[in-house]
C-alpha cells in the first residue's frame, strides 16, 4: 500500500516534471531567439552600451514592445537611421515582426539601447535580456558581450 502511494506520487511528480521541462521551449512561445550579443564599452565610464539579437517566430505575427536587462537602469529599442549623412537614433515604441518572420537588429538598424549601465561592458561577459512580446510573452536570453565593434563583420 505504502509502496503504491509513493509510486503514485513519483509518477505525478515525473509528470509535472516533463510539464515544467517542456514549458520554456515550447511553442506556447513561438520565437526563437538565434543570436545574441553586445559590444562591449570604449572606456571605462561609459554609461550607455547596445545590444543586438536576431530571433524567428514560428507561427503568427508578433510585436517586441519591451527589453529589459539587469545590466543597465534603462533598456529601450532604437533604431538608427540616415539622417542628412548623419546617423542618429531614434527610439521605437516596438518591432513588428511578421508570421514566420525574422528579426535581425544589427549596427546601423535596430539596437537595444541601454543607458545607465550598472558597469562597463566587457569583452567575454554576459549579460541577461529580457525580451517582451505582446503574444509570446517574455522571452529571457544571454548575450555574449563581444568587441567593441562587434557585428560590423
Ligand atoms: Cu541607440
Redesign the pocket.
Known sequence: MRKTLIEVAAAILLTLAAILALAPGASASGVMITKAYARASATPGAQ?G?AYVSLMVHGDADRLVAVSTPAAKMAGL?K?VLVDGVVK?EHVDAIDIPAHGRLQMKPGGY?I?MMGLTQPLKEGDEIELTLTFEKAGEVKVNATVGGVAAGMN
Open positions: 550607455s547596445a532604437h538608427s537614433m539596437h539601447m
